[in-house]
């Protein structure tokens, strides 16, 4: 059983940091992009990092400079870096990754369960 586990998310000060996890668990024969996207309450889920097998890096305008995606393929594990936290940032934060579980013939789309990140003022 494939899936995405996701860990690190809290209740922080507005100009604190936090790191999210997202560990990819099952028999997997390869990972390709991965990816955290955001959705608060009210509002569509948005796109907030991306990142290449090759380690390529993209983020939205409203995290540039605050947030840093980063992978560790040994541990099978995305990492979102946030600093400089704002209330803004407030939301359900969820991992995606490309898998290609072992017992499959490609790639398949897989979402991690969510985690809670609020920002206090």
């Known amino acids: 059983q494939v899936q995405l586990v996701e860990s690190g998310g809290g209740l922080v000060q507005a100009g604190g940091s936090l790191r999210l996890s997202c560990a990819a668990s099952?028999?997997?024969?390869?990972?390709?992009?991965m990816a955290w996207y955001r959705q608060a309450p009210g509002k569509q889920r948005e796109l907030v990092a991306t990142?290449?097998?090759?380690?390529?890096?993209n983020y939205a305008d409203s995290v540039k400079g605050r947030f840093t995606i980063s992978r560790d393929n040994a541990k099978n594990t995305v990492y979102l870096q946030m600093n400089n936290l704002k209330p803004e940032d407030t939301s359900a934060y969820y991992c995606?990754?490309?898998?290609?579980?072992?017992?499959?013939?490609?790639?398949?789309?897989?979402w991690g369960q969510g985690t809670q990140v609020t920002v206090s003022s």
């Open positions: 990142i290449t097998s090759g380690g390529s890096t």
């Open positions: 099952g028999s997997i024969f390869r990972i390709n992009a």
């Open positions: 995606n990754a490309e898998l290609w579980p072992r017992d499959q013939a490609g790639f398949r789309t897989y």
